[in-house]
């Protein structure tokens, strides 16, 4: 697994890792003035990587996933997708998805080659160069994926980006145009342009979320699933009904199948599960977070205004049941 580390003497994020059975070991790369935008994929066979983004500019640190307390990476600008190889310990940019004309970022792996990724048109004039775009790419062929709605900004747009095989499991927040402060979705898509929407949450008084939609498989049926969290705040009250929910697929298109839902192991930022979910998962949280807290400019994790400190953390075994 990997994530960022907050070092609050020098205000950088540092690309953490672990092995399935090592310690926790601080990648030799340079740090970031945002938490890493980091996904672990394959570029064919054992060839494990980890993808990011590195800006010229760095997003705002705030305003993007989990209700805007996360990075809003489509504000960053000059933005470029490297890879960090795991056998030569070496970051290098990934050339095929580099231009002078865009940024990219969001970056998800998948083998043979194929990429999905986030990128804003940085040079066209108004809001077209300002609001992201989803594409997938496999080889030299690169495909348009559509998002959700826009809203009254175009931000954040994509929160998060899981590939695997044909299938792309996103999130993507937004304005409303009325009525609501805030609104999420997870959603799946195919690499060829088809896009289902799964769950979408607006926020008004109370704070509802859906955060962190991603592909597992092993667990979930013979074909796999999607899973995604969903979060419900009223009033001053600590963030409450949060529970991790589950949907079938199959590999090669989009056909949902039962629902099934678990509650989640706390207040829940995001989350991400390996091959299996019912097995375990792997969750950013904070204990005793409001997330009625509107952001302050500063980074929810690390900073001196958050405490307490996030936690990387297990969960247990999970239990679904139909929802």
Request: aromatic share 8%.
């Amino acid at each position: 697994m990997v994530w960022s580390s907050y070092d609050p003497a020098t205000g950088d994020y540092h690309l953490m890792s672990k092995e399935t059975f090592g310690t926790p070991t601080r990648l030799p790369v340079a740090p970031r003035k945002v938490p890493f935008d980091v996904d672990l994929g394959y570029l064919g066979e054992g060839a494990e990587f980890a993808a990011y983004s590195r800006c010229k500019r760095e997003p705002n640190i705030v305003g993007g996933g989990s209700g805007g307390f996360l990075p809003d990476y489509a504000t960053g600008r000059g933005c470029d997708i490297y890879l960090f190889d795991f056998s030569a310990q070496r970051e290098v940019k990934y050339a095929p998805l580099s231009s002078r004309h865009t940024s990219e970022f969001l970056p998800s792996v998948s083998p043979a080659g194929r990429f999905a990724f986030a990128r804003v048109y940085e040079r066209r004039r108004g809001n077209r160069g300002r609001v992201p775009y989803l594409y997938a790419r496999r080889g030299r062929s690169v495909h348009r994926i559509p998002g959700g709605p826009r809203g009254k900004t175009g931000l954040p747009g994509p929160t998060s980006l899981d590939l695997k095989g044909r299938l792309l499991a996103y999130g993507w927040d937004f304005t409303p145009r009325n009525g609501g402060i805030s609104a999420s979705e997870a959603r799946v898509a195919t690499v060829v342009g088809s896009t289902e929407l799964l769950e979408r949450e607006t926020g008004g008084l109370n704070v509802r979320l859906v955060i962190t939609p991603g592909l597992a498989s092993g667990s979930l049926g013979p074909a796999g699933g999607i899973y995604w969290a969903r979060i419900i705040a009223s009033g001053d009250a600590l963030a409450q009904n949060t529970f991790l929910l589950r949907e079938s697929r199959s590999r090669q298109r989009i056909r949902l199948g039962p629902l099934d839902e678990a509650p989640a192991p706390g207040n829940v930022l995001s989350l991400s599960c390996g091959l299996s979910c019912a097995d375990s998962l792997y969750y950013l949280a904070i204990p005793n977070l409001s997330l009625t807290r509107a952001p302050d400019g500063a980074p929810l994790c690390g900073s001196p205004e958050a405490a307490p400190a996030c936690t990387v953390a297990l969960s247990s075994p999970l239990q679904f049941t139909p929802r």
